[in-house]
């Protein structure tokens, strides 16, 4: 028994290493994870620059300097999509299997590698938009005075917004791969992420569908669900919590990579 653990230990460690060789020698995860860190700050810098205080005071200024996310992360799901269909448009993933036979472990390797990267570029986009906003916002008034809040960068609820933002996108790669990996199809496997992720929030905020559905709805949309995480403000109006907002999105992540190990089990490469 311990024999084969550590074959199959052996086995990932070398998977790991391949997909990470592999990852680093695409030009296009460079320029995306650039993307990542330059659109997430330069759109969170610009969400701050744009609110004033007095003229509305109210805003979660911690949420208010992590905005940028909502561009960032489709970079992420872009890359995680690339990660897979690049593979299978090129025909190399026949050249994957046949090094890793075990597939799951390919997966599995792939997983690692990705969320990995991505939390490191996650965690460099989240520091700077947070910055960005401690910079910014006391300029724009937000200094405690007529009801508006002060963005601490050693707050409790500032830390756990920042670092749940870091792994919120770290669940959209999640999230993207699985995808990526049962449908196969690049073009396809984007638009179906991004639908997931801006149409239900595009629905939620039309305001065109019946109360109770558009609460199940920013409930249960793995973007306004994991959202939620970046709330430090009136916790008790929102429609689901922080913490179980990101457990929402991990649920769908947990699922899409589900999906996409049944898939490679179940289908020829």
Same mark, same amino acid.
């Given at each position: 028994m311990?024999?084969a653990l550590?074959? !199959?230990?052996?086995?990932?460690?070398?998977?790991?290493?391949?997909?990470?060789?592999k990852l680093?020698t695409? /030009?296009?995860?460079w320029?995306?994870?650039?993307s990542? +860190?330059?659109?997430?700050?330069?759109?969170?810098?610009?969400?701050t620059?744009?609110?004033?205080?007095?003229?509305s005071?109210?805003?979660?200024?911690?949420r !208010?300097?992590?905005?940028?996310i909502l561009?960032g992360?489709?970079?992420v799901?872009?890359?995680?999509?690339?990660v897979? %269909? %690049?593979e299978? %448009?090129?025909?190399?993933?026949?050249?994957?299997?046949?090094?890793m036979?075990?597939?799951?472990?390919?997966l599995?390797?792939?997983a690692?590698?990705?969320?990995?990267?991505?939390?490191?570029a996650?965690? +460099?986009?989240?520091?700077?938009?947070?910055?960005a906003?401690?910079?910014?916002?006391?300029?724009?008034?937000?200094?405690?005075?007529s009801?508006?809040?002060?963005?601490?960068?050693?707050a409790?609820p500032?830390l756990?917004?920042?670092?749940?933002s870091?792994?919120?996108?770290?669940? &959209?790669a999640l999230?993207?791969l699985?995808?990526?990996?049962?449908?196969?199809d690049s073009?396809v496997?984007?638009?179906?992420?991004?639908?997931?992720?801006? +149409?239900?929030?595009?629905?939620?905020?039309l *305001?065109?569908?019946d109360?109770?559905? !558009?609460?199940?709805?920013?409930?249960?949309?793995?973007m306004?669900? *994991?959202?939620?995480?970046?709330?430090?403000r009136n916790?008790?109006?929102?429609? &689901?919590?922080?913490w /179980?907002?990101? *457990?929402?999105?991990?649920?769908w992540?947990?699922?899409?990579?589900?999906a996409? *190990?049944?898939?490679?089990?179940?289908r020829d490469?």
């Amino acid at each position: 028994m311990n024999w084969a653990l550590r074959d !199959q230990a052996g086995t990932l460690r070398e998977s790991v290493h391949a997909e990470w060789t592999k990852l680093r020698t695409v /030009p296009s995860t460079w320029w995306l994870l650039a993307s990542v +860190v330059v659109l997430t700050v330069g759109t969170s810098a610009l969400a701050t620059e744009a609110v004033k205080c007095p003229s509305s005071c109210s805003y979660d200024t911690t949420r !208010q300097s992590l905005d940028g996310i909502l561009v960032g992360q489709a970079f992420v799901a872009v890359l995680a999509v690339v990660v897979v %269909s %690049s593979e299978y %448009s090129s025909g190399m993933i026949r050249t994957t299997f046949t090094a890793m036979p075990r597939r799951l472990n390919a997966l599995a390797a792939k997983a690692i590698v990705l969320v990995g990267t991505v939390l490191v570029a996650g965690a +460099v986009a989240t520091a700077g938009s947070v910055l960005a906003g401690r910079y910014i916002l006391p300029g724009n008034g937000f200094t405690g005075a007529s009801g508006s809040e002060v963005l601490s960068l050693g707050a409790g609820p500032t830390l756990r917004a920042a670092g749940g933002s870091v792994l919120y996108l770290a669940l &959209i790669a999640l999230l993207s791969l699985g995808l990526a990996t049962a449908l196969r199809d690049s073009g396809v496997s984007i638009a179906a992420v991004l639908a997931l992720l801006y +149409v239900v929030l595009l629905l939620t905020k039309l *305001g065109t569908l019946d109360p109770r559905w !558009q609460h199940r709805l920013y409930e249960w949309g793995p973007m306004t669900a *994991g959202l939620t995480i970046q709330a430090t403000r009136n916790l008790n109006t929102l429609p &689901i919590g922080p913490w /179980p907002g990101l *457990g929402v999105l991990a649920l769908w992540a947990a699922a899409a990579v589900l999906a996409a *190990g049944l898939v490679l089990r179940l289908r020829d490469a």
